[in-house]
């Protein structure tokens, strides 16, 4: 089984840029995804974008494309989340999740077969 855990959260200033990881420990990543969600107070969760760790295919919300990069580590087991041009819509705890099999990531980033959640790290978008 995986294990993971987010950091990289903070406070920034609309427009700012901020990079959060999720190092993974435990099992083989050979052929699992990783996404990020998000949830803000009184919201849903949604998806923010995911990676297929074998190929690195990827695939980003609408809401993020051209803002956010997902990237992978592979001799640190660590993916990030690149986000720049931060809105204080952005505000949000962010969780970093893993899917048994690379499929689950999808262009729908649906959190559906994401069975392994890390603890979440709060970004925040406010000036």
């Known amino acids: 089984q995986v294990q993971l855990v987010e950091s990289g959260g903070g406070l920034v200033q609309p427009g700012g840029s901020l990079r959060l990881s999720c190092v993974a420990s435990?099992?083989?990543?050979?052929?699992?995804?990783i996404g990020w969600f998000r949830q803000a107070p009184g919201k849903e969760r949604e998806g923010v974008s995911c990676v297929r760790y074998r190929d690195t295919v990827a695939y980003y919300a609408d809401s993020v494309k051209d803002r956010f990069s997902i990237s992978r580590d592979s001799a640190k087991r660590t993916v990030y989340l690149q986000m720049g041009s931060l809105k204080p819509e952005d505000t949000a705890v962010y969780y970093c999740a893993a899917a048994r099999y690379a499929d689950f990531c999808s262009p729908y980033v649906s959190s559906t077969g994401y069975r392994t959640w890390g603890q979440g790290t709060q970004v925040t978008v406010s000036s």
């Open positions: 435990g099992d083989t990543l050979d052929n699992v995804a």
